[in-house]
């Protein structure tokens, strides 16, 4: 298979180095709670959509998790979107890992280190859009949060 130039710019956007910090950021905002490992999966596909983006950028304190998904072409595509993200979320994870920015415990709670990101020019509106899906995500456990989105399985 033939790969195109379109692949190339897809696989540069879609790079592990270039997603770190938004994986980064919003387990810097994220509560801890049991297994919060399974939000990583929800992040990306999230964050890298447009419209649902561009609605993170903006919220505020009064907006909800019901709010989010009240209108249906945030979370449209949303298993396909998983699917695809899933194996750069995989290696971004291991790679904040291995690096010290991130921990993972035995309980699958993942946790932000003293050591900090340096600051990534162009990456400002996906940074605080992930954080603030992380304040959508608090008080929630990750199994009701995939329910509602229609996911089964990861």
């Avoid at 993170?56 to 907006?63: D, G, K, M, Q, V």
């Amino acid at each position: 298979m033939k790969l195109t130039t379109i692949d190339h710019i897809h696989t540069l956007h879609r790079s592990p180095l270039i997603v770190a910090p938004i994986l980064y950021a919003f387990y810097s905002e994220l509560q801890e709670t049991q297994k919060n490992i399974l939000f990583s999966y929800l992040v990306l596909p999230f964050v890298l959509h447009e419209s649902t983006a561009s609605y993170l950028h903006r919220i505020s304190e009064r907006n909800t998790w019901r709010t989010m998904v009240s209108d249906k072409t945030r979370v449209a595509g949303i298993h396909k979107r998983i699917h695809s993200l899933r194996k750069v979320t995989n290696i971004t994870l291991m790679s904040l890992v291995s690096a010290n920015y991130l921990v993972i415990d035995d309980d699958q709670v993942v946790r932000t280190t003293r050591k900090r990101f340096p600051p990534v020019k162009g990456m400002d509106q996906k940074m605080v859009s992930a954080r603030n899906l992380a304040r959508l995500f608090e008080d929630r456990e990750a199994p009701w949060v995939y329910k509602s989105l229609g996911v089964v399985e990861l």
